[in-house]
């Protein structure tokens, strides 16, 4: 079955995470709370060394199909999960129907929505906010 299975390659024969190279957990907490203005706990920094892309790219994707399909949205800016979504008019009552479905956003300014989710958001979380958000837009 291993001959089948690996083609030929070579198998190890150890504890899998014995040749995985070493993680400077320091020095990820450090780029979490410079990138992400953050405190970092150990839980964020483990969460970012297993999914470092959900934290870097999900939400910015998502965030820009929401843009492209929304007039009332002009663009989305921002780095890592801090993101922001720049709106052509007042954000209020978006807020405040979103928080009546249970999701809580933030504001920065009269037309921007501000995201800034914790660093072990999952792309459900993500999807799951999305369709709160558009059913409040």
Same mark, same amino acid.
């Given at each position: #079955? ?8 070579? %198998?190890? +024969? =150890? ?8 993680? &400077? %957990? ?14 970092? &706990? ?5 969460? /970012? ?8 790219? /999900? ?12 007039? =009332?949205?002009? +663009? ?8 922001? @979504?720049?709106? *052509? ?9 979103? @928080? ?6 933030? *504001?920065?300014?009269? *037309?921007?929505?501000? %995201?800034?989710?914790? #660093?072990?958001? +999952?792309?459900?979380?993500?999807? &799951? ?7 409040? @837009?």
């Amino acid at each position: #079955l291993q001959k089948l299975v690996l083609k030929g390659k070579p %198998f190890i +024969t =150890c504890r899998p995470g014995e040749i995985l190279p070493a993680e &400077d %957990f320091d020095a990820i907490k450090k780029h979490l709370d410079e990138e992400f203005g953050l405190d970092a &706990d150990m839980k964020q920094v483990m969460s /970012y060394c297993m999914y470092p892309k959900v934290y870097e790219d /999900y939400l910015e994707a998502k965030l820009d199909e929401l843009a492209a399909s929304y007039d =009332c949205i002009e +663009t989305r800016r921002g780095v890592g999960l801090m993101q922001g @979504l720049v709106f *052509n008019t007042p954000v209020g009552d978006i807020i405040k129907k979103a @928080l009546e479905e249970g999701l809580i956003l933030i *504001n920065a300014g009269t *037309n921007i929505i501000r %995201f800034v989710p914790p #660093l072990i958001i +999952t792309e459900k979380d993500v999807d &799951d906010m999305l369709v709160i958000l558009k059913k409040c @837009l």
